[in-house]
């Protein structure tokens, strides 16, 4: 099972980014999918989370500013961030999820400037 993904970078407040993360080894449309993120020193936050119905979830922190999706053909789960804050910057990963089987990806940096 692979989860690569893609699409951090640096911008500036205000902004947008849109992460991707496409996996490999699943059936990818079975999966619960989602993104965390994570600052030095904290632990690992929900940001966003999508069921194999399409059914959304998203923290406090990022509702009405980012939207997460899914292509189930091109098996790639997105978060398309806007209006982005400094407070945004972290390391982002995504993840999948069926029962108790889990998988991470590798994490992409996202740096917010002021």
């Known amino acids: 099972v692979q989860l690569q993904a893609s699409g951090g970078g640096l911008v500036q407040t205000g902004g947008s980014l849109t992460l991707s993360c496409t996996t490999s080894g699943i059936i990818f449309s079975m999966f619960a999918a989602g993104w965390y993120r994570q600052t030095p020193g904290k632990q690992r936050e929900l940001v966003a989370t999508i069921t194999s119905g399409r059914t959304t979830n998203y923290a406090d922190s990022v509702k009405g500013r980012f939207t997460i999706s899914r292509d189930n053909v091109k098996n790639t789960v997105f978060l398309q961030m806007n209006s982005l804050k400094p407070e945004d910057t972290a390391v982002y990963y995504c993840?999948?999820?069926?029962?108790?089987?889990?998988?991470w990806g590798q994490g992409t940096q996202v740096t917010v400037s002021s």
């Open positions: 993840n999948v999820g069926l029962g108790r089987a889990t998988y």
